[in-house]
């Protein structure tokens, strides 16, 4: 059984930082049309962390197709993730940090991440519930917490300080 440990912010984010901003310029290059945003919880001063970078690449549904096919140059596919017409993940474990890409069609079902971490960075009865939540699976198992992190996330959306993102 995989087990979750999480770590504060501060030890991570000025790396993560930097790492998106090589990631970001790597992608970039590839798709000059693409919203690159960094997300996850090293994106958010102050957080708990598992210590990994999160960014997400939104594109127009007409690019999807050629993004999936220049991401999958560049970084290995996540296959245990969801895989939809309009979302794709890939990782680098090898990255320092630890690498997760979501791929995301703009405005699709999954074009969700940015708005948690715009939700999250402005509410701190979010951001304190949520790495509550963190450190209540501290050492549990990874699935049990990826669960709760969804009921979490689930919830949120629900809030309207996460609706008024949405069109």
Avoid: C
């Amino acid at each position: 059984m995989e087990k979750v440990n999480f770590f504060t912010s501060e030890l991570f984010h000025e790396n993560a930082e930097k790492t998106f901003l090589i990631h970001e310029n790597k992608i970039k290059k590839l798709l000059p049309e693409a919203d690159i945003q960094h997300v996850g919880s090293s994106a958010i001063p102050d957080s708990v962390t598992k210590g990994d970078l999160d960014i997400q690449v939104r594109v127009s549904a007409e690019q999807f197709s050629k993004a999936v096919e220049l991401l999958s140059n560049l970084y290995e596919r996540n296959d245990e993730s969801v895989k939809t017409d309009t979302f794709r993940a890939f990782k680098d474990d090898t990255s320092n940090p630890p690498l997760g890409i979501q791929l995301t069609v703009i405005d699709s079902e999954f074009d969700f991440f940015w708005k948690f971490r715009e939700v999250l960075l402005a509410n701190n009865k979010y951001r304190d519930a949520y790495d509550k939540l963190k450190k209540e699976y501290e050492a549990k198992s990874m699935d049990d917490y990826r669960e709760a992190k969804d009921i979490f996330f689930q919830r949120l959306m629900e809030t309207p300080e996460f609706k008024k993102y949405d069109k």
